[in-house]
């Protein structure tokens, strides 16, 4: 059973561009949670969802930022106009149930640096 | 809002001692979560516990969840270099139980050899 997948692992931008970020969760996971993490701090929540359905975005900023995840398809966090501030690591999680009583099943993260 | 406090930041111990670290609530929590994320790596689930005043062992490692489920600790006996990493402690949002997790900022852990 493979585990979260996300890609790309690293990714550099410059400021201004684009960046997508893409999660597959575990076989068998709906719910798909992502987290931004900077240098030597804790994970800060941005977003939970199900298919085709955003359940809690409380922790998005408000502007640049938008998550999907479509019926078919990974999740995609995707970051517009980036700037120097959106450096960090980004992981994806996901679980089984929405009771927040199960784990949560991370992946490996994509680093995305802004030049 | 809520949040979850953890103590010491960081912690230097000689292979062998003791490590704790604790967490704290604002909030009662349904349950606390522990991880731990190895350097460059990726937070990997350690336990969660639920009821009040429970305690779990794993090996070296001893997980409590307070009476008043607001607090937590994490203890390792005679540490190992294996160890190294970063421990965060995490509950869900009692209220919105949404499923998201809201994590303490961490405590890193280097042993020395």
């Known amino acids: 059973n493979a585990g979260v997948m996300q890609n790309p692992r690293h990714l550099v931008r410059r400021r201004g561009q684009e960046a997508r970020l893409r999660c597959s969760p575990m076989?068998?996971?709906?719910?798909v949670y992502w987290y931004r993490q900077l240098p030597e701090e804790g994970l800060k929540f941005m977003v939970y969802?199900?298919?085709?359905?955003?359940?809690?975005e409380s922790g998005m900023p408000k502007e640049r930022f938008s998550a999907e995840f479509p019926k078919e398809g990974p999740s995609i966090l995707r970051i517009q106009q980036v700037v120097r501030g959106d450096s960090a690591a980004y992981f994806c999680?996901?679980?089984?149930?929405?009771?927040?009583?199960?784990?949560?099943?991370f992946g490996p993260g994509t680093r995305l640096t802004v030049l | 809002g809520q949040q979850v406090m953890q103590i010491p930041q960081y912690q230097h111990v000689q292979e062998g001692e003791d490590f704790t670290t604790y967490c704290n609530s604002s909030?009662?929590?349904?349950?606390i979560q522990w991880y731990k994320q190895r350097p460059g790596g990726h937070p990997v689930f350690l336990i969660q516990?639920?009821?009040?005043?429970e305690v779990k062992k794993q090996k070296r490692l001893t997980f409590q969840f307070g009476e008043a489920k607001k607090n937590s600790s994490l203890h390792i006996t005679a540490t190992q270099t294996t160890d190294v990493g970063t421990y965060f402690c995490?509950?869900?949002?009692?209220?919105?139980?949404?499923?998201?997790?809201?994590f303490g900022q961490g405590t890193t852990l280097q042993v020395k050899p």
């Open positions: 999680a996901s679980s089984p149930q929405d009771r927040g009583y199960n784990e949560q099943f």
């Open positions: 076989k068998g996971h709906s719910h």
């Open positions: 969802l199900q298919k085709e359905n955003i359940i809690d």
């Open positions: 909030t009662t929590l349904s349950n």
């Open positions: 516990l639920v009821k009040s005043g």
């Open positions: 995490a509950g869900p949002r009692f209220v919105s139980n949404t499923g998201k997790l809201i």
